[in-house]
């Protein structure tokens, strides 16, 4: 089974609007670590935010924000007041407790339209 | 702080030859991981390690050898190349994950510090 799961290959946002990108994770640990990374048309990947499996709120970091839905098993990426420098590919990813790999998603291509 | 650098960040080969990519951290980091990027198919790992001297195979290790003689290098070789391993490779370091005690032992303090990518065509 897929351990973690991006089910949307490609989205557009328009400019300045909010836009979710889905991520849904599987695991039997209850300490786990989730993250998300962008990786912009030059390849580098950039970490964005970090959403930890006893965290009491939804991380946020400026304009990301994580929507944390620990029962659903979702830890969907909000990016608010979409900018053109967004446009790129979005990975969700999970550690879980000791254990030293990291599970990557197949990625989103987000594409912000002027 | 350079953070993950990786050499080379182009190469073509031909088909049977064999080469060296090297992945240097100077973050003090005890993990280090080898990934591979295909269209379509995220981030996949080839090889890891948790400490100097110590290295485990990922999820696609097949064709690929790694070695971990410094704390701050991680060598990822290709013995006979084929066009299969044309790809963009990525080397990332990590602080070690605690586990002890009832503290969560995964935090931001987790997070993967990647290179630039090395990208490899094998004709």
């Known amino acids: 089974a897929q351990k973690i799961t991006q089910t949307q290959p490609g989205m557009f946002v328009q400019e300045k609007e909010a836009v979710t990108l889905d991520c849904t994770y599987d695991t039997s640990d209850p300490s786990y670590g989730l993250f998300w990374y962008k990786q912009p048309s030059s390849g580098e990947m950039i970490f964005l935010i970090y959403q930890g499996s006893y965290d009491q709120q939804n991380a946020t970091e400026g304009r990301y924000s994580l929507n944390f839905q620990k029962a659903r098993k979702s830890a969907n990426l909000v990016i608010s007041a979409s900018q053109l420098g967004d446009s790129a590919m979005y990975f969700c990813a999970m550690r879980e407790r000791g254990y030293q790999k990291v599970t990557f998603g197949t990625g989103t291509k987000l594409q912000v339209i002027p | 702080n350079a953070g993950v650098t990786q050499t080379p960040k182009f190469r073509v080969l031909k088909t049977g030859q064999s080469m060296t990519l090297l992945c240097a951290q100077d973050m003090n980091h005890e993990y280090m991981y080898w990934y591979r990027q295909d269209p379509g198919m995220g981030l996949r790992l080839i090889h890891y390690?948790?400490?100097?001297?110590?290295?485990a195979k990922g999820e696609v290790p097949d064709g690929y050898n790694v070695s971990r003689l410094k704390k701050q290098n991680f060598l990822l070789g290709l013995e006979s190349a084929a066009p299969s391993q044309t790809s963009v490779y990525f080397c990332?370091?990590?602080?070690?994950?605690?586990?002890?005690?009832?503290?969560?032992?995964?935090?931001?303090?987790?997070?993967?510090?990647f290179g630039p990518g090395t990208r490899l065509t094998v004709l």
């Open positions: 990332a370091s990590s602080y070690k994950a605690s586990g002890s005690g009832t503290r969560p032992p995964v935090s931001s303090y987790n997070e993967q510090f």
């Open positions: 390690s948790v400490g100097e001297g110590t290295t």
